[in-house]
C-alpha cells in the first residue's frame, strides 16, 4: 500500500485531494493545523488497511516543519507522493500589512514547500519512485491579482516545481512533480482572506473534486503543469503571451478599494487566512 502526505487536507482543495487518494487505495498522512478536523476527516476516509495517520503541525513556523519532516524521512514507512496543499493569502494589499504577516505567507507558501520536498525527494529518488504535487494558482502567471505578495509565491512554486521536476537527476530516477494551477475554486479561502467573490460569474468557479481529480491525473501522466479546465488553460495562455500592457486594465487590484491613508495602514494589525 502507497502512502501518500497532504499538507492543508483539512479543507478544501487539500480534503478533496485526500478523498481522491483514499478513493486510489493510498494510505494518507493528513496534516493541518487542525488536529479536531484532521482525525474527523481520517475517520470518514475509506481504508484499505492501515488506519490514516493524523500530524498536527503549523508549518509557518520551523517545529512545525521539522515535525513534518521527520516524516517524510522515515524510511521504515516511506511516503511515496508528497502534496503540498496549505497556502494562505494576506488578509490586505501589501502595504496594509506588517511584514511579519507578509513574512508568514512565504513561510507557508514558499519555505514549507521547500523544506518538505528537501525532506522528501532523496527517498524518492533512491527508491526510483515517487511523486511530488504542488498545488499553485493561476495567479502563479500574473498580473492578474496586483497589490499581494500571493502571487509571487505561488509564481515561486510553479518555477520550483518546473526547475527541479524537469531536472535530469529527477526524470531519470521516475520521479513526477507536477504544479496544479487552479483558478477561482468554491473553498473556505476567500472568505477567510476576506475576498469578496460576489461579481465572479458561475462559469469561473470550479470545484475541489475536479480540481483534485485533474491534478492527480496529469502527475500520473508525467505533465509537470496542470490547469484544469478550458477556460482556464485559454486564460493561462493570455496571461503568459500577451504583452503586460494588454493584460493590466484587466487585473483585479484590491488597493484601489482601501483608500491611501498612510497614518491608517501604519496602524492596522492583521493576521493572515489559511486556506
Known sequence: ???????????????????????????????????GRLEALAAALPSSGLPHQVLAADLTTMDGCRRVERRLQDDAHPV????????????????????ETEETVLDLNVRAVLRLTH??????????????????SVAALGPGWLASTYPPSKSWLLAFTE??????????????????????TRTEFHSRARISTGNFPAWMWLSPSRVAETALRDLERGRTVSIPGTRYRLLCWALKHLPRPAVLPWCWDPSDATGSDDRALADERHSPTER
Do not use: K
Open 80 to 99: 511515496e507522493l508528497l502534496v503540498n496543499n496549505a497556502g494562505i493569502a494576506p488578509p490586505q494589499p501589501f502595504p496594509r500589512n506588517p511584514v
Open 1 to 35: 500500500m502507497s502512502t501518500a502526505l497532504v499538507t492543508g487536507a483539512s479543507a478544501g482543495i487539500g480534503r478533496a485531494l485526500a478523498h481522491a487518494l483514499a478513493d486510489r487505495g493510498y494510505r494518507l498522512v493528513l496534516v493541518s493545523r487542525d488536529a
Open 119 to 136: 525532506a522528501a525527494l532523496p527517498g524518492m529518488l533512491a527508491r526510483h519512485s515517487g511523486g511530488v504535487l504542488n498545488v499553485a
Open 163 to 184: 526547475s527541479v521536476g524537469r531536472s535530469r537527476q529527477v526524470r531519470r530516477a521516475g520521479v513526477r512533480m507536477t504544479a496544479v494551477l487552479p483558478g477561482y
